[in-house]
């Protein structure tokens, strides 16, 4: 069965790398100036192997398996466009994040604009840089057909990159746009000087509201506490080398960031805030990202307002 990759970001570009260790491979991105280094420039240091062929046409990726890693906030617009071409086939949404205009994941995006494809979700702890490099990485693949699931769990796992499957879809698609807000909430927290422990309770409440959110809309909570869940959540509030942590060490060190910057967290958690409003459902944690990534909370006044809330049972 043949794979393309719609999206030569980082993320994109790491999975096609490896997955072209297997078999071959097209990557599509709209602008691939650099194609000819064999050298992404959104993935420096990873040199493409000859069986990844990179194109800008998009009638080169009619592929059995299209894993579509653009941005969360951009898939809409792409669909709308594109997403006739894609339909009937398998595609598997690698973006971790919840549609701003729909408060929708990206599954549903895919199901609207192609109802004949089998959709699946590829998230869970990895960093693009990680998985390229062929470190050892477990990510979760969701499809609700458990056949498919098995299937391109087979299909997308190479020795270094295992994937569990499951058939909780909006359980392993929420955890990973979710656990984006959280990390920028924990990023801030150290920016500003918080700690370590205030982190530890940013993390532990913050999984406790994505949780909440997620099984009300339907997710199982067992899949929370997976890779797709507490995994990713745990390293991106843990590492540098998350944007969405280093996003929210700048807002709570009161610094500028790198503006174009993919950083899902951020519309992400406006998202998250209009749905709970929506739902009736406590979020925060992630109602406080909101309002620092849009302005109106200022860094000083975000920890009283976590702190004065009532006091509670856990
Ligand atoms: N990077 C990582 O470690 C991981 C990322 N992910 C997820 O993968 C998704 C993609 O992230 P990542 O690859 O890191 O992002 P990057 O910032 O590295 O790249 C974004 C890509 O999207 C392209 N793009 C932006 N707008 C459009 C558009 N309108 N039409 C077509 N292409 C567009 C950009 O093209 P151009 O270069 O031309 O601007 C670029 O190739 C995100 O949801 C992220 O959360 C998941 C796991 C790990
Ligand atoms: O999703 C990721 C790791 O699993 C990547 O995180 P960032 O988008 O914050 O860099």
């Not at 860094?299 to 856990?314: V, Y």
């Amino acid at each position: 069965m043949s794979v393309a990759v719609i999206g030569a970001g980082a993320f994109g570009t790491a999975l096609a790398v490896v997955l072209a260790g297997k078999a071959p491979v097209t990557l599509w991105g709209r602008d691939i100036g650099w194609a000819g280094t064999r050298e992404n420039p959104r993935l420096p240091g990873i040199r493409l192997p000859d069986s990844l062929r990179v194109t800008d046409a998009l009638q080169d990726c009619l592929a059995d398996t299209v894993l579509l890693a653009l941005p969360a906030q951009v898939l809409g617009g792409f669909l709308a466009e594109q997403g006739q071409l894609f339909d009937g086939r398998r595609l598997v949404s690698c973006a971790k994040g919840i549609d701003l205009a729909s408060l929708t994941g990206p599954s549903a995006l895919i199901g609207a604009a192609c109802p004949q494809a089998t959709v699946a979700v590829l998230t869970g702890p990895s960093f693009a840089a990680d998985i390229a490099r062929g470190l050892p990485t477990a990510l979760t693949l969701a499809c609700a057909d458990p056949q498919a699931a098995q299937s391109l769990q087979h299909q997308l796992s190479t020795g270094a990159l295992r994937l569990y499957r499951t058939t909780d879809v909006p359980g392993a698609e929420l955890g990973g746009a979710l656990k984006n807000v959280i990390a920028i909430a924990a990023g801030a927290a150290i920016g500003a000087g918080y700690g370590d422990s205030a982190r530890a309770s940013i993390v532990t409440r913050g999984f406790a509201e994505m949780v909440r959110l997620a099984t009300a809309l339907g997710a199982r909570a067992e899949t929370l506490a997976g890779l797709s869940g507490l995994g990713d959540l745990v390293l991106t509030c843990t590492s540098d080398q998350s944007r969405n942590f280093r996003y929210g060490l700048a807002l709570g060190a009161g610094r500028d960031f790198a503006a174009g910057t993919t950083v899902e967290g951020a519309a992400t958690a406006r998202a998250v805030t209009a749905l709970a409003v929506r739902m009736g459902i406590e979020m925060p944690v992630s109602n406080l990202v909101a309002g620092l990534a849009e302005g109106r909370i200022a860094m000083e006044h975000a920890l009283d307002i976590l702190l004065n809330r009532p006091l509670k049972e856990e």
